[in-house]
Antibody, heavy 119, light 112 residues
Framework: EVRLVQSEAEVKEPGESLKISCKGS????????IAWVRQTPEKGLECMGI????????RYSPSFKGHVTISTDKSINTAYLQWSSLKASDTAIYYC????????????WGQGTLVTVSS | DIVMTQTPLSSPVTLGQPASISCRSS???????????LSWLQQRPGQPPRLLIS???NRFSGVPDRFSGSGAGTDFTLKISRVEAEDVGVYYC?????????FGQGTKLEIK
């Protein structure tokens, strides 16, 4: 069974750093893309970027480039999304999803990580 | 970026009756590989999104056959032939022809 298990909810203050994770199991982690998707009530679902764990090929959506870093550690089948300086506007649910066929479809999703940024 | 626009944003439906959701893209979704990378996803309350349909009309594994997708170019439709209680949730179209991938605003399906 394909599973993506994400790290637990986080509460942070503006300016703090954060790294959340997504661990894949039940499939060959290095041969499928991983996408990070943000969900907010205001903007709905937004694809932040994708990464191919096999060679770490990473593509960022213009709206998120420079504000987040996507990475993987293929030795432990885990993808990461990190911020160096959080803003209140980063408050959202973050999902990882497995990208199938060059990330043209997302066929399995993590349970989501709620990130709350508040002073 | 390709903008995806769904209508309606809310759809009250009677159990057992059909439902239809439309999705329009700001430009053609036909990819250079010949495919049209338009997917539909369902998000039940409190759950992550779930893939229902890919490439306009291909039902994903385990998706009931009451769900069907159609369309071409810039106009696409998701149909549910007979709505069941478990279909309550928000439905999204998503394009993957261009990067960044983009989603529609979502259509909330609720039971009358």
């Amino acid at each position: 069974e394909v599973r993506l298990v994400q790290s637990e909810a986080e509460v942070k203050e503006p300016g703090e750093s954060l790294k959340i994770s997504c661990k894949g199991s039940g499939y060959s982690f290095t041969t499928y893309w991983i996408a990070w998707v943000r969900q907010t009530p205001e903007k709905g679902l937004e694809c932040m970027g994708i990464i191919y764990p096999g060679d770490s090929d990473t593509r960022y959506s213009p709206s998120f480039k420079g504000h987040v870093t996507i990475s993987t550690d293929k030795s432990i089948n885990t993808a990461y999304l990190q911020w160096s300086s959080l803003k209140a506007s980063d408050t959202a649910i973050y999902y990882c999803a497995r990208g199938f066929e060059m990330a043209t479809m997302f066929d399995s999703w993590g349970q989501g990580t709620l990130v709350t940024v508040s002073s | 970026d390709i903008v995806m626009t769904q209508t309606p944003l809310s759809s009250p439906v009677t159990l057992g009756q059909p439902a239809s959701i439309s999705c329009r893209s700001s430009q053609s979704l036909v990819h250079s590989d010949g495919n049209t990378h338009l997917s539909w996803l369902q998000q039940r309350p409190g759950q992550p999104p779930r893939l229902l349909i890919s490439k306009i009309s291909n039902r994903f594994s385990g998706v009931p056959d009451r769900f069907s997708g159609s369309g071409a170019g810039t106009d696409f439709t998701l149909k549910i032939s007979r709505v069941e209680a478990e279909d309550v949730g928000v439905y999204y179209c998503m394009q993957a022809t261009q990067f960044p991938r983009s989603f529609g605003q979502g259509t909330k399906l609720e039971i009358k």
